[in-house]
Nanobody, 124 residues
């Protein structure tokens, strides 16, 4: 059974940093892209970042570019999101996703698997 488990969310102040982690299990993910999405209350799910199967090529949503970094573990089944200079508008539930490619993840939001989400709250 495939599982994606996120961790690392919490309540921080504006300007702080936070690291989210996602551990995937249940199959081989070495040929999959991985990514992060977020959804704030009353808003649609938003693409945050994606990384290719080699862990080399990365993409970011405009709202987080320059502040967030996505990294993939050497075993290909973990992905992290390092979030710096957090803003109140970054408050959302963050979801880990596994997809066919970074292109599909970032342009369609379609994923093969989703995590259960971890809450990030940034106070001003």
């Amino acid at each position: 059974q495939v599982q994606l488990v996120e961790s690392g969310g919490g309540l921080v102040q504006a300007g702080d940093s936070l690291r989210l982690s996602c551990a995937a299990s249940g199959r081989d993910f070495s040929t999959d892209a991985m990514g992060w999405f977020r959804q704030a209350p009353g808003k649609e799910r938003e693409f945050v970042a994606a990384i290719n199967r080699h862990g080399v090529t990365t993409y970011y949503g405009e709202a987080v570019k320059g502040r967030f970094t996505i990294v993939r573990g050497s075993g290909s089944n973990t992905v992290a999101l390092v979030m710096n200079s957090l803003k109140p508008e970054d408050t959302a539930v963050y979801y880990c996703a596994v997809g066919v490619s970074t292109l599909i993840l970032r342009t369609t939001g379609r994923a093969k698997y989703w995590g259960q989400g971890t809450q990030v709250a940034v106070s001003s």
